[in-house]
Nanobody, 123 residues
Framework: QVQLVESGGGSVQSGGSLRLSCVVS?????????MGWFRQTPGKEREGVAT????????YYADSVKGRFTISQNNHRNTVYLQMNNLRPEDTAMYYC???????????????WGQGTEVTVSS
């Protein structure tokens, strides 16, 4: 059974930093997996934040976080990180980790999701 477990959320002031982690278990890696971070606030649609193509390390970021957030993975590809710097109040959201087997061509069709970790940024 595939499990994704996020951690690292919390409350920070504007300009602060947080590092989110997502531990993946029960997943058989092949060649074209994509791991992503998404976020959602009440009343809004979930939005993609960053993705990484696990076999090659290619990354992609939403414009709203480019230059401030960095997605990475550990050597065993079973943990994905999201380093968030220069946080802003508008970054406040529930952050979710997700996985899909078919590349990082879009923000959709992610098959596996974690339960989320909450990030609150105060001004």
């Amino acid at each position: 059974q595939v499990q994704l477990v996020e951690s690292g959320g919390g409350s920070v002031q504007s300009g602060g930093s947080l590092r989110l982690s997502c531990v993946v278990s029960g997943y058989t890696y092949r060649r074209n997996e994509c791991m992503g971070w998404f976020r959602q606030t009440p009343g809004k649609e979930r939005e993609g934040v960053a993705t990484i193509r696990t076999a090659y390390g290619n990354t992609y970021y939403a414009d709203s976080v480019k230059g401030r957030f960095t997605i990475s993975q550990n050597n065993h590809r079973n943990t994905v990180y999201l380093q968030m710097n220069n946080l802003r109040p508008e970054d406040t959201a529930m952050y979710y980790c997700a996985a899909r087997a078919s590349g990082c061509a879009s923000w959709s069709n992610f098959e596996y999701w974690g339960q989320g970790t909450e990030v609150t940024v105060s001004s």
